[in-house]
């Protein structure tokens, strides 16, 4: 099975600023990773597919990159509303999640 | 518009079953594959298994042993059963519905989610 290690566990920023989550999955998932955003007693909910593609009506400050095994999906311009937890989906063979990343204000 | 709704018992006996339902609408359980998802409180969710469009099925091989999902397409509804339940499998349950990029497939609509305990 492919495991999905999601770094950092917790994240403080500021208003404004931009900040990076990373995902390493243990093999090559050729870019089949989503990722999702979940608020405190709401499901998760889909920003980005497929790497890099964003769900439409998803705000541009938000953006994923990667290849082979490594991964990240950045917030520029951290808003207030962009506050909760952030978990990475690998779906190249089976389906792993990442064990999140909560997002707070500094 | 899609929509998918979870029901089924808040609380479940250790030992005992499981049964879930998810009522969907907004689409059709022949144009698309259902997955189900749950997830412990403070942790990442798990995938469980999955009703493909076609009636076919694929689960978690940690699950495969006790779980068993189905469907109902003229009710518009997906079905789950887990045995043997134990204390970690207290969770949020959801039922998903799954877009693809080609032939890979991941969770675009999710449930609210239903809240399962398992105590006695």
């Known amino acids: 099975d492919i495991q999905m290690t999601q770094s950092p566990p917790s994240l403080s920023a500021s208003l404004g600023d931009k900040v990076t989550i990373t995902c390493q999955a243990s093999q090559n998932i050729n870019k089949y990773i989503a990722w999702y955003q979940q608020k405190p007693g709401k499901a998760p909910g889909l920003l980005i597919h497929?790497?890099?593609t964003l769900v439409s009506g998803i705000p541009s400050r938000f953006s994923g990159s990667g290849s082979g095994r490594d991964y990240s999906f950045s917030i520029s311009n951290v808003e207030s509303e962009d506050i909760a937890s952030y978990y990475c989906?690998?779906?190249?063979?089976?389906?792993?999640f990442g064990g999140g990343t909560k997002l707070e204000l500094k | 518009q899609v929509q998918l709704k979870e029901s089924g018992p808040g609380l479940v006996q250790p030992s005992e079953t499981l049964s879930l339902t998810c009522t969907v609408s907004g689409f059709s359980l022949t144009s698309y594959s259902v997955s189900w998802v749950r997830q412990p409180s403070g942790k990442g969710p798990e995938w469980m298994g999955r009703?493909?469009?076609?009636?076919?099925?694929a689960y978690n091989s940690a699950l495969k042993s006790r779980l068993s999902i189905s469907r109902d397409t003229s009710k518009n509804q997906v079905f789950l059963k887990m045995n043997s339940l134990q204390t970690d499998d207290t969770g949020t349950y959801y039922c998903?519905?799954?877009?693809?990029?080609?032939?890979?497939?991941?969770?675009?609509?999710w449930g609210q989610g239903v809240m399962v305990t398992v105590s006695s």
């Open positions: 989906l690998q779906y190249d063979n089976s389906w792993t």
């Open positions: 497929y790497t890099s």
């Open positions: 998903t519905r799954d877009d693809y990029d080609g032939y890979y497939h991941y969770f675009d609509y």
């Open positions: 009703m493909w469009y076609d009636g076919d099925t």
